[in-house]
Nanobody, 123 residues
């Protein structure tokens, strides 16, 4: 049974930083592209970025480029989303997802999804 469990969300002031993690189990983690998405109240789920199975390739949405960094530790079956210079508009539930085949940037064609972790940025 595949599980993706996000953690590390919380409340942070604008301009601050936060790192969220996603621990995977039940799959060969090092074979999967990992993506991060977010969904704010009343809005559609939005692509944040993804990282290739090796960690060698990353891609970010324009809205977070230069502020967010995705990394992974295949030995720990964990992917991370480091968020810096946070803005109130970054407030959302953040989800990680796993794809066996590398989807195009922005695609939601992932095989597995986590339950999400809330990130709230106060102004």
């Amino acid at each position: 049974q595949v599980q993706l469990v996000e953690s590390g969300g919380g409340l942070v002031q604008a301009g601050g930083s936060l790192r969220v993690s996603c621990a995977a189990s039940g799959l060969t983690f090092s074979s999967y592209t990992m993506g991060w998405f977010r969904q704010a109240p009343g809005k559609e789920r939005e692509f944040v970025g993804h990282i290739s199975w090796s960690g060698g390739i990353t891609y970010y949405a324009d809205s977070v480029k230069g502020r967010f960094t995705i990394s992974r530790d295949n030995a720990k079956n964990t992917v991370y989303l480091q968020m810096n210079s946070l803005k109130p508009e970054d407030t959302a539930v953040y989800y990680c997802a796993a794809a066996k085949w590398s989807p195009p940037p922005g695609s939601t064609s992932y095989n597995y999804w986590g339950q999400g972790t809330q990130v709230t940025v106060s102004s």
